[in-house]
């Protein structure tokens, strides 16, 4: 099973309002990533947390961590037509030298 | 380079027949990874490389699939007598150092099994 599910699967929105996009894991972790992915190639690194962090800031981009919840969100604020593509959470078990994705999340932005 | 490449960029190959993904991790990178995607879906992690370390095959599908890494450098993903269900994106992506620190991802290789 996936150690990380994106929620929702999908977003619609319209260009400068705010998206929201949740991730919950399973594991203990060392860190948690956000990537987006355009057009189903390569996925580019947005932003790392670490379990010891409960928020982090990169442009528009913020981002929260709750252990305790074993979950994590990704907003994005301002959205721009550009922001549209896909997100993923990916979250390393303790122990272990690897990230384990989610399904990731569709957002889309209507200009 | 400046970042990940992979070739070929797209694949056509006919069932049964045996196909190699080529990936140029960043330079001084020691760590590399194989994923597979499906359209629509998440990421399948299939081989973890990381400096002289035994790599980490856990995610191989069958013994059909197979990685090396020569020279700590360059790594070539051989599926052999390849199947329909072999049809995806493989996408490699690489990283600085001990832990699992930033991924950065090549364009990915579109393979077509027909």
């Known amino acids: 099973s996936q150690q990380g599910e994106e929620d929702p699967q999908a977003l619609s929105i319209q260009e400068g309002e705010n998206a929201t996009m949740n991730c919950s894991y399973k594991t203990s972790i060392n860190n948690l990533q956000w990537y987006r992915q355009n057009s189903g190639r390569g996925l580019v690194h947005l932003i790392l947390?670490?379990?010891?962090?409960r928020e982090k800031h990169s442009g528009r981009l913020r981002v929260t961590l709750d252990t305790s919840k074993k979950s994590s969100s990704l907003l994005i604020t301002a959205s721009r037509a550009a922001d549209t593509a896909s997100y993923f959470c990916a979250t390393d078990a303790q122990g272990a030298q690897k990230l384990v994705f989610g399904q990731g999340t569709r957002l889309t932005i209507n200009p | 380079g400046a970042g990940v490449s992979q070739s070929p960029s797209n694949k056509v190959t006919e069932k049964g027949k045996d196909v190699e993904l080529r990936c140029d991790p960043i330079?001084?990178?020691?760590?590399l990874y194989w994923y597979r995607q499906s359209l629509g879906q998440g990421l399948e992690f299939l081989i973890y490389f990381q400096g002289n370390s035994a790599p980490d095959k856990s995610g191989l599908p069958s013994d059909r699939f197979s990685a090396e890494r020569t020279g700590g450098s360059v790594s070539t993903l051989t599926i052999q007598r390849t199947q329909q269900e072999d049809s995806a994106v493989y996408l490699c992506a690489s990283s600085a150092g001990i832990g699992v620190g930033a991924q950065y991802f090549g364009p990915g290789t579109r393979l077509l099994v027909l």
């Open positions: 947390i670490r379990s010891n962090e």
């Open positions: 330079s001084g990178h020691t760590a």
